[in-house]
């Protein structure tokens, strides 16, 4: 599926999420399978947490805005490991140990990187490892997870 569809499926599930649960954060949106056979998968969070009711919640509100008629439809919990999506996930994540997977510049397998998320800037963010910081721009992070969703220490 085209990238242009993917964003606008995106922002479609973000949209039915704001209008029917807007307590409900969308953590990940990931398109998985092929041809006909594709389904949407969301993970999710919530202030109270995330249990069967609210991912049955999210499911049929999808439902209902027509977004499972053409894919099928699953909805996880973030578990241990927060995905980090957006702005505000990476804000939230400064301080704490986190995992990117970062695409390669010359278009290879995208690398894991894990180290401590020092900054945030506009365009992309700071990751510290053992070997120094590195500037990591945005549209490099393929997937990004926050290994200390309760803070360092805590």
Partial sequence: MATTQHAKLEREVEACLAAALP????????LVGSGGE??????????DGVDHDLCE????????????????IEVWSPGPEPP????????????H????????????????RVGVLSDVGDDGVTLVTA?????VPFEQIR????????????
């Fill in 131 to 135: 070997d120094g910081a590195r500037q």
């Fill in 57 to 72: 919640r999210v499911t049929k509100a999808m439902w209902a805005e027509g977004l499972g008629d053409d894919h099928g």
């Fill in 38 to 47: 594709t389904m949407i998968r969301i993970t999710v969070d919530h202030p």
């Fill in 97 to 112: 140990r986190v995992r990117l997977k970062i695409a390669s510049e010359g278009g290879g397998k995208a690398r894991d």
């Fill in 84 to 95: 980090l999506r957006v702005r505000r996930h990476y804000d939230a994540a400064r301080g």
């Fill in 23 to 30: 307590d409900v954060d969308l953590r990940e949106f990931m």
């Fill in 143 to 154: 997937r990004a997870y926050d290994l200390e969703p309760e803070g360092p220490g805590e």
